[in-house]
């Protein structure tokens, strides 16, 4: 036990390795920020596709939105990011940090329009026909009426896929890129700190405080939504 306070204190003491957590902690978020980002953005637009009545126009992008995502879900996320790295994007000089984000923002994208989707659809289909009745136009019972219900409903969700999305960049280390995980292995593995326990035990630390800001937030998003059905 003395051993293992004496390298905490060592670690953090030790200018080089607070940069080196520091710096592959900053990276890690850079990567989650924006690929929640492009997942967001991705992932709408795809639940909005796979939900749109049926019509001749909409067969194909149906269609090619639902291959996407059963490529997506079915194979490894790990796969995927070597795929990004050594196959699409293996141009040379090709900033690592857009394929990292690319890569978990295509992966979470899929979950995300599931999500989306599943919001949409859970809105009683009684509403529309009530807002057509009505004389309401379809476009403004679905932003009016649709999806301020599916917001409130597919906010938790949302927030156990960002928090899956920070967890997952932790493998951006298996292709060189110098994340948190990646720091920790690097002071684990430096001549005065003979036991990786201590790093990995801090990154970890890391880790767990994010994922308290990030549930944190969404648990007060989600109790504003709830006061707000108590007042309407």
Known sequence: MNDFF????EL?????YIDSLLHG???TLEISFFAIIVAFILGTIISLIETARP????????????VYVAVIRGTPMALQLFIMFFIIFAIRDFPELVTAVLAFGFNSAAYTSEIIRGGILSVDVGQTEAGLALGLK???IFWRIVVPQAVKNIIPALGNEIITVFKETAI????????LNMAAKDIGSGQNMASYIVPM???ALFYLATVYIITFFVRRIEKRLRKSDVRS
């Open 201 to 203: 035990f801090t990154a």
């Open 172 to 179: 951006v280390s298996m292709v060189g890129m110098y994340d």
């Open 138 to 140: 379809r476009g403004t």
């Open 55 to 66: 019509s001749k126009w909409m067969v194909v992008p149906k269609f090619i939105c639902r």
């Open 6 to 9: 004496g390298k905490l204190v």
């Open 12 to 16: 953090f003491t030790t200018p080089e």
């Open 25 to 27: 902690f900053l990276l």
